[in-house]
């Protein structure tokens, strides 16, 4: 009679506990829900707001020709999804994603009217509700090989980024491109720049003072090379902006501007004081969105914001993909990190010129770090010869840029260790020593797979790019996706009027483990036994983002939920135990034990 009532009881709770299993098993693994949220209700589900910032989750997007091929041909890391890193931003009331770039300041997205370049699965912009600002803008990329460009026009409307909006933002609604922002699953570019290096500040501002426009060159850090004959397409992204060059600020053009200034006189230094100090103030009425915030001051605890990238390709994991804004992620200690300032640029280098007040005063122009030295396996690299060795070596810091770029030569010397392929199986490292301390490229994020259905051949994320030059950038690296998939990145704007009463300054901590070499061996012997191809994360939600209730020994947030992949094995990430899944196994437990129950 006890084990009549015991399997009684059991068979009673079967039914509803293998349904909530079911659902479990449904909403955990590969199989996606019915309905796919709105970017809205992703926006705000996975938002968390603290009393010092926001915190967002950056959505990776897969690039829509490649998933097709995939589909067709079981293609890895081809269909790899680690290009571009989007956060979703409403616009005019519209929410859609934006790729996050650290390498530019401008915000620009496409628009319905748009005729050239805008075709994806994003939405655009409606350009009814803009209002138009009266300037048109081309905004420049490319370098001495290559070029891209997004034209439209400028005007302002309300911008929200997770609660933190701004009313009047001027942007661009962009109506031709030939950039690939629509292919990967992106509406247009979220810069994150400082003011000086901003096109639509520069063109705003000069139209405001009836100063002549910039004549802005076209940006030298894009894709050197040709193109190479290998089955396995690898798209590149390089977003940014050209050099500044503010002729309103800069002496040799002052005297060619009789409407605003009169012609040169002893009243010319305070003439030009004037436009100086008026540029300062338009920071906070003209100035990019993220600058803006902290010109008008009181909407950040702290003028910084944080990226961490998540790993969507070859082993997929690692961090958390999230943009922190105002802090630091809840649990990073800032003493963990290795602090470094920018690189200032002197008003002789391009810089703006200090105020009459401060007149020691030097301004960074973008997010920009030095660094000690470049070591590949653990041996220092020699100092390039394709620049002036008066330029220091630095390194840009860029989240458009999916690639590892730097000197031609010094390239060329790596690839010639390496070889046009070489096997995955074999881990390299490259690392940037930073403040004194090294940063090594995960060896997971050095590699591409080379061929399609062959995951033993492997090619470096690495490209050569132009030299630094006198009167442009002086970055002999940018130092893109791969590198930053291995470090929590912090962004301090400091005071962006008086740089010297709070420095601009950069933090980095590294979150490569120190086995990462036998996990790619490890994730090299997976693909192999699987089909022969690097996984890549189908699912279009953000990645590892669903309950980041985890963090690693140095406090910095760790996906916690299961990892969908495809072309590889189902990768498992640490998750919650649910309740149905608890009832589950107990029902199965008591089922087992009840012969030796006592009476």
């Known amino acids: 009679m006890r084990y009549y009532l015991i399997w009684l009881s059991l068979l009673e709770l079967l039914p509803a506990t293998v349904q909530l299993a079911t659902a479990l098993t449904t909403t955990s693994t590969t199989t996606l829900p019915a309905r796919e949220p709105t970017l809205e209700e992703i926006a705000r589900r996975y938002t968390k707001r603290t009393a010092g910032g926001v915190h967002l989750p950056i959505v990776s997007r897969e690039t829509p020709w490649l998933v097709r091929r995939g589909t067709a041909a079981g293609i890895g890391l081809g269909d790899y999804v680690d290009v571009a890193y989007t956060v979703l931003i409403t616009v005019g009331g519209i929410t859609t994603p934006l790729i996050l770039d650290t390498g530019s300041s401008d915000l620009w997205i496409m628009s319905d009217a748009c005729t050239r370049g805008c075709a994806g699965d994003v939405t655009l912009y409606p350009q009814s509700s803009f209002r138009y600002a009266g300037q048109d803008v081309k905004l420049l990329y490319g370098d001495s090989k290559s070029g891209t460009f997004a034209s439209g026009i400028i005007g302002g409307d309300t911008v929200d980024l997770a609660g933190l909006a701004l009313q009047n933002q001027y ?14 699953g992106a509406a247009g570019i ?9 096109v639509i500040w520069n063109t705003m501002f000069s139209e405001k003072y009836h100063l002549n426009q910039n004549v802005l060159r076209k940006r030298r850090d894009t894709d050197t090379t040709t193109e190479r004959e290998t089955p396995m397409e690898h798209p590149k992204l390089k977003l940014g902006s050209p050099f500044p060059n503010a002729h309103f600020l800069r002496r040799s053009r002052f005297p060619s501007l009789p409407g605003l200034l009169g012609a040169p006189s002893r009243h010319t230094a305070r003439q030009t004081s004037s436009v100086l100090y008026s540029a300062f103030a338009s920071y906070a009425t003209l100035g990019p969105f993220l600058p803006r ?8 605890s702290q003028p910084m914001f944080s990226v961490t990238l998540q790993r969507d390709t070859v082993d997929v994991g690692g961090s958390v993909g999230m943009l922190s804004i105002g802090e630091l992620p809840a649990g990073v200690d800032v ?16 810089g703006f010129p200090a105020p009459p007040d401060a007149p020691n005063e030097v301004y960074p122009i973008t997010w920009e770090v030095m660094l000690d030295g ?19 070596l630095s390194a840009l810091i860029d989240t458009g840029n999916s690639l590892i770029r730097g000197p031609s030569d010094i390239v060329a010397y790596i690839q010639s260790q390496l070889g ?29 797979q080379a061929y399609v259905n062959n995951a033993e051949a492997c ?38 009027t008086y740089p010297s009463v709070d420095p601009p300054k950069m933090g980095f901590l590294s979150t490569v483990p120190t086995d990462a070499a036998q996990q790619m061996k490890n994730a090299a012997n997976a693909a192999a036994k699987a ?55 107990l029902v199965f437990l008591l089922a087992w034990l009840a012969p030796f129950l006592p009476l």
């Open 293 to 300: 915030l902290v010109a008008t001051g009181g909407a950040l």
């Open 420 to 448: 046009r392929v070489f096997p995955c199986s074999e881990p390299h490292t490259l690392a940037f020593q930073i403040g004194g301390k090294m940063f090594p490229v995960d060896p997971r994020d050095f590699v591409s």
């Open 335 to 350: 003493e963990n990190m290795t602090w470094v300032p920018l690189r200032l640029y002197t008003y002789d280098e391009g």
């Open 374 to 392: 470049v070591y590949f396996d653990g041996k220092k690299l020699p100092n390039s010869t394709s620049s002036s060795s008066s330029i220091a």
């Open 531 to 585: 089909d022969e191809n690097f996984p890549a994360v189908s699912e279009p939600a953000p990645s590892g983002t669903i309950r980041p209730l985890l963090t690693n020994v140095t406090g910095i947030p760790q996906p916690t939920s299961q990892t969908a992949v495809k072309n590889g094995a189902l990768r498992m990430n640490q998750f919650e135990l649910s309740g149905a899944r608890c009832t589950l196994v």
């Open 459 to 496: 090619t470096p994320n690495l490209i050569a790019t132009d030299p630094p030059e006198v009167g442009g950038y002086q970055f002999s690296w940018s130092l893109g996706t791969p590198f930053l998939k291995g470090v929590l990145s912090s962004y301090y704007y400091g005071n962006l």
């Open 190 to 198: 979220f810069g994150l720049g400082f003011p000086v290096n901003s």
């Open 171 to 184: 942007f661009a609604a962009i109506n031709k491109t030939n950039t690939s922002v629509a292919e990967v």
